[in-house]
């Protein structure tokens, strides 16, 4: 599946009209030890950019951005229970949320990899 990149270090990969949503590599990097994640309610409605969720670590909180519009249909509660799994995973095991997505046009403002990695160097 490929993965999709936001500027808010978001990633995503969409499975038909589900993307699973997590924070990047280089986010739980900058983040230092995540101690506490928030996730969204499942049946949420959200509006690309809405604030979805928060993650702290000892250094800093950051919100959790939606990438798109769409509904919360799942959580990972591993996150919730164990933290630390966004950091030593964050792009699988660490993924946050699933959300179904109300109009797949706005994949078309994401980041591939290329993209993203040339905005984090």
Request: aromatic content about 6%; glycine content about 8%; hydrophobic content about 50%.
């Amino acid at each position: 599946m490929k993965r999709m990149f936001t500027t808010d270090h978001e990633w995503l990969t969409v499975d038909g009209d589900v993307a699973t949503v997590g924070i990047t590599d280089h986010a739980q990097a900058q983040l230092g030890d995540v101690v506490f994640v928030e996730l969204p309610q499942v049946g949420r409605q959200m509006a690309k950019g809405d604030t979805a969720g928060v993650v702290e670590s000892v250094k800093a909180a950051s919100d959790v951005f939606s990438p798109l519009t769409g509904e919360v249909i799942g959580v990972n509660s591993e996150i919730v229970a164990d933290p630390a799994l966004v950091n030593k995973d964050p792009l699988h095991a660490g993924w946050f949320f699933k959300i179904r997505l109300a109009d797949p046009a706005e994949l078309a403002d994401l980041l591939d990899e290329a993209a993203y990695q040339a905005l984090v160097v």
